[in-house]
């Protein structure tokens, strides 16, 4: 299957900063990348559509000026937690259209991010 | 009708048994029908998918039912291995109308004692 890295695998980082995280397919281009929470023992909760040159599609609920999406490339999507608080902390995880026939979603590896 | 719902939340199989895992869904428009297997810490990772042109599809030890007209899907591991001992998600998307995006089940963690 098609591979979708990101980095970094885990960051910690204080209060008040921002941190991003980078999203890559590397073996295909993806003009749409997804952005994903996820909780402990929990399913995946949607954040926002990343489409390379346009801005992204935010779901409800989730706060746009605090979660920045930059899809600049065909393999790259970032997306940067700005003015972080512990609240944020979870797992992030990214994935990739990779088009083709069957146009199958294909997941990073995840993020884990602590807010202390 | 956007949910997707996954039973049961958690299944416990004895090596070499068969794990059978079902998902239920409201919304017709969904029309591609995925499952992905997620071990602690990682990512998700794609197992095997199905469309509605097809009532069943196989791929090793891993098989996707699904009834169009129960709108209901389910995931068989045969022969299960103690190494399948993870979180299975299964998922539904329309591919009509510029949307892929997913919709998760709840989620089914598998334990298969060896």
């Known amino acids: 299957g098609a591979v979708v890295s990101q980095h970094p695998s885990w960051v910690i980082c204080k209060s008040g900063t921002s941190v991003k995280i980078e999203c890559r397919s590397l073996?295909?281009?993806?003009?749409?990348m997804f952005w994903y929470r996820q909780f402990p023992k929990q399913s995946l909760m949607l954040m926002a559509t990343s489409n390379e040159g346009s801005k992204a599609t935010y779901e409800q609920g989730v706060e746009k000026d605090k979660f920045l999406i930059n899809h600049a490339s065909l393999t790259l999507s970032t997306l940067t937690v700005t003015s972080a608080h512990p609240e944020d902390s979870s797992f992030y995880i990214c994935s990739a259209l990779a088009g083709g026939t069957y146009n199958e979603q294909f997941f990073g590896p995840g993020t884990r991010l602590t807010v202390l | 009708q956007q949910q997707v719902k996954q039973s049961p939340q958690s299944l416990i199989v004895q090596k070499g048994g068969i794990s059978i895992i079902n998902c239920a869904y409201e919304n017709t428009a969904f029309d591609y029908f995925p499952w992905y297997q997620q071990f602690p810490g990682k990512g998700p990772a794609l197992l095997i998918a199905?469309?509605?042109?097809?009532s069943e599809k196989k791929e090793g030890r891993f098989t996707i039912s699904f009834n169009k007209s129960a709108k209901q899907f389910s995931l068989h591991i045969m022969d299960s291995q103690p190494g399948d001992s993870a979180t299975y998600f299964c998922?539904?998307?329309?591919?009509?109308?510029?949307?892929?995006?997913?919709?998760f089940g709840k989620g089914t963690k598998l334990t298969v004692n060896p």
């Open positions: 998922a539904a998307s329309p591919t009509q109308g510029g949307s892929e995006k997913l919709v």
């Open positions: 199905i469309r509605p042109d097809v």
């Open positions: 073996d295909f281009q993806a003009t749409t």
